[in-house]
């Protein structure tokens, strides 16, 4: 069963706007960490950001900020007034203890398509 | 660049071919990783090494052969594969962090090797 889960397949949006990217995990553990990732055209994941289970605080980078809600097993990610740098796919991933850590679940990843 | 690196980039390869990806990583980590991405679908992990130690075999057709004879080389042996193998196939390195309190859990990976199987 998917245990990450990213319904948006594809988000277009003009350059300044903003973009909210959802993401719905799902785990019984009461130890985990949610990642996200942004895999630009070359192909390669880069790491945006690390969450722990039990820090529910959010968290601004720059222009970046994720939205974490244990209550609806939430880690949303906003990114304000986009630039066309920021076209990419974007992946949600969950980690759990019973697992090797670096053993990511990926959800299906959302598609940001910045225009100018 | 993120201290991985993978080659070749691409590789067109028939369905009786024998080839074989890299990965090296230059990061000082102990575990790497195989992923597949397929169009449409999510990020499929199929091989995890840690200390060079097989610890995931994620259902991998025998088709695919890893091989891992150091902490910081990776290899994909391929051998007699189908159209559907055709994807990007994506090699990623951490720190063992089995147990994982100290470290970030973060993979880093290489730009990926894009294959075509006809």
């Known amino acids: 069963a998917q245990k990450v889960t990213q319904a948006q397949t594809e988000i277009s949006v003009v350059e300044k706007e903003d973009v909210t990217l959802d993401c719905v995990y799902e785990?019984?553990?009461?130890?985990?960490?949610l990642f996200w990732y942004k895999q630009p055209p070359s192909g390669e994941l880069v790491f945006l950001i690390r969450?722990?289970?039990?820090?529910?605080q959010n968290e601004i980078s720059g222009r970046y900020s994720w939205n974490f809600q244990k209550s609806t097993s939430s880690f949303n990610f906003t990114i304000t007034a986009s630039q066309v740098v920021d076209s990419a796919v974007y992946f949600c991933?969950?980690?759990?203890?019973?697992?090797?850590?670096?053993?990511?679940?990926f959800g299906a990843g959302t598609q940001v398509v910045v225009t100018p | 660049e993120t201290g991985v690196t993978q080659t070749p980039r691409h590789l067109v390869m028939g369905m009786t071919n024998k080839k074989s990806l890299k990965c090296e990583q230059h990061?000082?980590?102990?575990?790497m990783y195989w992923y597949k991405q397929s169009a449409k679908k999510p990020l499929e992990l199929m091989f995890v090494?840690?200390?060079?130690?097989?610890?995931e075999n994620n259902s991998v057709p025998s088709r695919f052969s890893p091989e891992c004879p150091n902490s910081s080389h990776l290899f994909l042996h391929l051998h007699t594969l189908q159209p559907e193998d055709s994807a990007l196939y994506l090699c990623?390195?951490?720190?063992?962090?089995?147990?994982?309190?100290?470290?970030?859990?973060?993979?880093?990976f290489g730009e990926g090797s894009r294959l075509t199987v006809l």
């Open positions: 990623a390195s951490s720190q063992d962090l089995r147990g994982g309190i100290l470290g970030t859990g973060e993979l880093f």
């Open positions: 785990t019984r553990d009461t130890t985990y960490y």
């Open positions: 969450r722990n289970s039990f820090d529910e």
């Open positions: 991933a969950l980690s759990e203890p019973n697992d090797s850590w670096g053993k990511l679940q």
């Open positions: 990061l000082g980590h102990n575990a």
């Open positions: 090494y840690n200390f060079k130690e097989q610890t």
